[in-house]
């Protein structure tokens, strides 16, 4: 019987991640394909929602790096930040994937903290800003550490000769974190 269990427990191991992941994607795929034909009052074959979202966010892309789009699309932007509520949603949201995906990338600078004084113990985190022009803070640096199992974190301001700087990429730094460790590679290069 505890040859049954192991068995079943390890056939679980394997198939569990791989029907989560299937089961998102081919819900990403239905969502697109339902809501396509929704706006559009059109029938398209499945797969083709997604495929025109992938082409319509390329097209856009490519559209707003155009010089003659680029001040129009800086001005319209300009009057968004001034409508109360809808200002603190969009440059947030703006900001975050900035941080993730733009040419400024936020979390390329993963460090090591000491949190325990004495205990010795450590967190993982990414160095946000490593200046203050702030009286009593020209020693602090602001380090943002991402929650486990979810898209929150704190942001920390800590003394400098706290921070260790890790020569690894932000990427592996964020995929071991996100993982509760269980994942992501800590050696430096």
Known sequence: ????????????????PIYITVYIIFFIFSLFDRIIPALFNVDLSPGV??????????????????LLVKP????????????????IIYSSSKDVVGAIVGDKKKFDHPVMVKTGGDAGTCRLGFVTRDEFNVKGMEDMVAVYFPHSYNISGNVLFVPKQSVLPLNITGSEAMKFIVSAGMTGNLEEK
Do not use: D
């Open 1 to 16: 019987m505890k040859i049954f269990v192991r068995y079943f427990v390890q056939g679980l191991m394997l198939w569990i």
């Open 72 to 87: 129009a699309f800086s001005f319209l932007e300009h009057y968004v930040y001034k409508i109360p509520f809808i200002n």
């Open 49 to 66: 929602g997604i495929l025109i979202v992938i082409l319509f966010v390329t097209l856009s892309g490519a559209l707003t790096s155009l």
